[in-house]
C-alpha cells in the first residue's frame, strides 16, 4: 500500500493522518459528580445486554487531558493538538455480573480527540468546555484544598448540556468510581452504499498503566440542559450525589470488539 | 436493534447521530484556483490506479456550504449546523481513460460535514476558513462583478496552509473543471484490536441535480502552505492559473464502492 | 507623535491598529423580529432623556456584514477581518419628540467589530451567531421566497441568548423600522486611576448612504434568553410582530457627541 | 446615574458590564524566553522618553491565567471567563534610569482580558494561543522536572506570529526578568468626532501581592512570525536566550496616568 496512515489523509509518510494507532497515554485533572437518573431512563440509552444498575447511578465527568501518542512524536510536543477538554456522561450499568460503565453523551473542543474517539466509539461531538483548574499561588484562582469550589460547563449546539460543581471539604479515600468503571464502547462507521453499517461491533479499551491521584470529595451541584440535537433530559438528576475532584492517568493500549 | 442512529451517538429515536444518511444537498459559493505541481509530487498523493494528467493540473477549491438532508430537517433549520465552509485541493487525474478528481487535503469548519465527509472518504480536517461573499448593495463588500477580487483563505493548527484570489475579468463559457471531476475517495475506518483497517475501499459518489450558476473568472493567486502536520509542500505551484467564482449545486444521493 | 494608531497597538505606520478612522461602510444581509416588551423594562435599560414608546416597541436584528474602511485597505481585502455576524437587542425610545433607537445588548464574532463598537458606543460581547444565508441555487438551502423560513440564533457564555425565525409571507411596502431608527449611544472609557469614567457621553452616528433591499416580511418567531453575564430576562416578549429578511448598507462617517 | 457598570453595556446593576473595577487578581504559569533584536527595530517601537537597553533585550511571554476580580465574583466562579491565554512581546527599555518593559504587541483569547487589557494600555488582539501544561502523573503530557520540553505558540489572522519552547535544564536562581520589569503602557480611546484621542496617556500598573514560583530555565527556540495586521518583521531575533517556565501571581490594584 502507497499512501500511509491510520485515519485519512493518507500520504507517503502517513504523518498528516489525524490518529496515529494506539498505545495513546493520558494525563489529566477531573471533575466529577454522581447522580442518579430514573432508571428507565438510562435503560433506554443502554446496549443489548447492559442493564441499569437498582440506585439508577449515573456519573458526568469533565477532564482536562494531556495526551500523547506513541506513534506521533507530535501529540505531546504540541499543545494545540495533545490537550483537549472533554465532558460526559457515564452511566453505570451490570454486564452479566460485572459493573461497566456507558457513555451515551460525549463533547470535546479538539479535533484529534474526535476521531480518536470515534474508533474507540466514543459518541464524541464537538462543544465547548470550560474547567476549573487549580493554582498554587496568588488569589486569581483556586486551589485544590477545603472550601475551594471547582467549577466545569460544556456548550453543544449553543447551548449549556452541562452545568457542575464541586466544592471540597475532604480528601477521599477511594477512586472515584465514574473514574473507574470499564467502559462497554459501540464502533460504528456506516456505509454510504447500503443502510446496514460498515462496522457495528462492541469495544471494550485495553488499559495499562492506570493511575489516580489525591480524589478531593464534596458536596455537588449539577444541571442537565438539551439541545435540538441532544437527548439529554430523560437524564435529569433525581438526585445528586458527592462530587470529586481528583488527576488521573492511563494509557490505551488497544481493545477488544465483540458482536452486537 | 434498539439503539438507532446512522452515526454515534445513537438513542431510541436516532436523532442525536451527528449525521443522517443521505440524501445530502448542497447550494454554495465558490472561489477556486486552477494551477499546476510537479507531476511525481501529484503521483505521490494518488491511490493505485490514478496518475497524474500530463500537465500536472490541480485546482484549489473554497465553498461556502448551505446544506440539508431528507432524513433530518434540523440540518437546513439550523445555519449553525447545515452551514459551513471548507477549502480543499483537488488533483486532477486519469483513471483508465477517465478523467478523475482526488483530494487529498480539505479543511472545514464543521463537526457535521468532517464526519459527513469522513464517511465518504474526503480527509477532511478542521481549520478556519474566510472567503469573500458578494454583496448586492453598499460598499462595505465587493459585488459579483468586473474588477472586483474576492479573496479565500484557510489555516490549519495555527498555519495558513491556503491563500488565493480572484479579480473577475469576463463571464466564463464552461463550468469550471475543479467543480466537475468525479472524485475518488478512499474510505477508511481503522481497526482498534489489529493493524488492518476496519474498512477500507474507494468509494464514488452519486451525484444528482448537478447545477452551476454563471461562472466568473479571472487573473488569479494562490500561496500554498504547510504546517507540522499537513504535508502540501510538495504542491508548490509551477504554475497558477484562471481563478473562478460560481454558485454551485448538487445532491448526494448515496455512492459507489469499489475494493482497493 | 512618532508611533502612530487610531487605536492600540501603535506603531511607526499605523497599520496594526485593530481599528482604523472612519468612514467606515456596511452591506449586510439582516433578519429582523419586532416585538414589545413591558414598558418599565425598556425605561430601565434606557439613558436618561429617552423614555420608552407608548406600546413597548423593540426589535431583535440579526445581521451578516461586509465591512469596509476608507483608510484601511485590509478590512475589504480580508474576509476574514472585514466579514462578521452582530445580534442585538434595538429598544424603541422618543427623545423629545424623535423616535430613536438604544442598544442594550449586542453580540459580534469578530474582534475588529468589538472594538469599533465600543468606539461608537455599541455595549458590543463577543457571541457565537448563525443565520440562514438564502442561496439561489439547489436544495441545500433556503431562497429569499414566499414560505422560505430563516432562522437566527445568538450565544454568550455558553449559553443560548436570541433565537429567531421569520417565515416569509410576502414583500413588504415600507423598510422595517429596526433598521432606521437613529440609535443613540453611550461611549465609555474607564480610567485606572479614579472611579470617573475617562469618557462618558452619547453619541450619534452619522449615517451616509443609507439603502435597503427589498424586505421580505411574515410571521415569526422570538425566544429570549439569558446568562449568568447578561441581564435579558426582563425583556422576555410580551408579544412577537412581524419578521423581516432584507439587505441593507450605509456608511458612517463619524459621529456627533453630547454630554449625558 | 442610573446606569451602571465600569464598562459597557450598562444596566441598573451594573452586572452586565464586561469588565469591573480593579483590584483584580491573577495566578498563572508562564512559558517566557529571552532574545535580542536590532536596537533600532525595538528603538522604533517604542513610545517617546523609553530607549532601548544596550543590548537589544526582549521577551516573549506565554501566560495561562486564572484571574478574579474583587467587585466580580463571576470571573473566578466560571472557569470560561476568568481563565485565558494570552501571549506577548515585551521589549527591555530605559525610562530615565530605571529599567521598564514594553509591550508592543500581545493576543489573548478571551474577550475579558482583551476589554481589561485595553483599558491599562495593553495593546490586545484577539488570537489563539496553546501552551504546554505540566502534568504530576502518568505519560500524557510532560512534568516540571529536567529534561522536559515546554511549547507554545500563538496565531493572529491565521498566522503563526509566535512559536517558542523551552527545555528544562535546571532550577533558576533568579526571577525570571520578563516577568518582574514594570510596564509602561499607553491608554488609547480614539475620538468619533475629531482625530486627536479622547485618552491618550502613558499608564503604569501599581501592582500588589507579587509572587513568582520556582522558575525552571533551559535552552530555548523562538520562531517570530508576521501577518498582514501585525508588524512584528522588525523583531526576528538577533539571539536567543534562555527560556524559563514557572508560576507567577500579583494583583492590580489600580494604575498611575501621566501625560504623553
Known amino acids: 500500500m502507497k499512501l500511509q496512515g ?28 454522581d447522580f ?40 505531546l510536543a504540541d499543545p494545540a493538538v495533545g490537550q483537549y477538554h472533554e465532558a460526559y456522561v457515564v452511566l453505570h450499568a451490570m454486564r452479566g455480573d460485572r459493573r461497566v460503565g ?21 459518541p464524541k461531538k464537538l462543544g465547548q468546555i470550560a474547567m476549573t483548574r487549580p493554582v498554587s499561588i496568588g488569589r486569581g484562582g483556586v486551589r485544590k484544598a477545603e472550601g475551594s469550589r471547582f467549577a466545569a460547563h460544556a456548550t453543544s449546539h449553543g447551548r449549556r448540556v452541562l452545568t457542575a460543581s464541586v466544592t471540597i471539604a475532604t480528601v477521599s479515600d477511594r477512586t472515584p ?12 462507521f456506516p456505509s454510504i452504499d447500503r443502510s446496514e453499517p460498515a462496522v457495528h461491533e462492541l469495544q471494550l479499551g485495553t488499559i495499562a498503566d492506570f493511575e489516580c491521584g489525591t480524589a478531593y470529595s464534596g458536596a455537588a451541584t449539577l444541571d442537565i440542559g438539551s439541545t435540538e440535537f441532544e437527548e439529554l433530559d430523560v437524564l435529569k438528576p433525581a438526585s445528586v450525589g458527592s462530587g470529586y475532584v481528583f488527576s488521573l ?9 465483540e458482536p452486537i
Do not use: K, M
Open 102 to 122: 456507558r457513555v451515551p453523551f460525549i463533547w470535546v473542543d479538539s479535533e484529534l480527540s474526535l476521531l480518536r474517539g470515534q474508533i474507540q466509539g466514543f
Open 249 to 257: 492517568a492511563f494509557s490505551v493500549t488497544g481493545g477488544r470488539v
Open 36 to 75: 442518579t437518573a430514573p432508571r428507565d431512563a438510562i435503560a433506554s440509552l443502554l446496549p443489548e445486554g447492559l442493564v441499569p444498575v437498582p440506585d439508577g447511578a449515573a456519573s458526568v465527568v469533565f477532564a482536562d487531558w494531556c495526551s500523547a501518542s506513541d506513534h506521533d512524536d507530535r501529540v
Open 177 to 188: 468510581r465514574a473514574a473507574t468503571l470499564p467502559l462497554v464502547h459501540t464502533r460504528l
Open 6 to 33: 491510520y485515519t485519512l489523509p493518507q500520504t507517503v509518510t502517513g504523518r498528516s493522518s489525524i490518529v496515529a494507532p494506539p498505545p495513546w497515554h493520558y494525563s489529566g485533572e477531573i471533575i466529577a459528580v
